[in-house]
């Protein structure tokens, strides 16, 4: 989902736009129908608001801006792909001998 929006002022032209694109896309994964959980400051996820009234929100109140990943709002938490990878690493013994003699010698 692209956040660029959420950078500019709220009365610029590419926030508005970029809010409306944004409830566009949150209606798709609503639990209710076309109601959005409000990302606004002031709100912060705690009502369900209609299109309308949502816009108003977050161009008079601004987006949250702590709401890094839009989990409420179809996205998904990414997990890293080479998490499994990464902790298998750390337990190979010749890996942490490796480490030593590259510190102590
Ligand atoms: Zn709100």
Redesign the pocket.
């Known amino acids: 989902m692209d956040k660029s929006w959420t950078k500019y002022p709220r009365f610029s032209h590419e926030y508005q736009e970029g809010v409306k694109r944004f409830i566009l896309e949150a209606k798709k994964h609503a639990r209710i129908p076309d109601m959005v959980i409000?990302?606004?400051?002031?709100?912060k996820h705690?009502?369900q608001?209609e299109d309308s009234e949502?816009y108003n929100?977050?161009v008079m109140?601004d987006f949250d801006s702590n709401y890094k990943v839009w989990i409420l709002h179809g996205e998904s938490l990414e997990v890293p792909q080479n998490f499994d990878l990464l902790d298998d690493d750390l337990d190979m013994p010749e890996a942490h001998m490796m480490y030593d003699d590259a510190y102590f010698f």
């Open positions: 409000c990302p606004s400051r002031s709100c705690c009502c608001l949502l929100h977050l109140n």
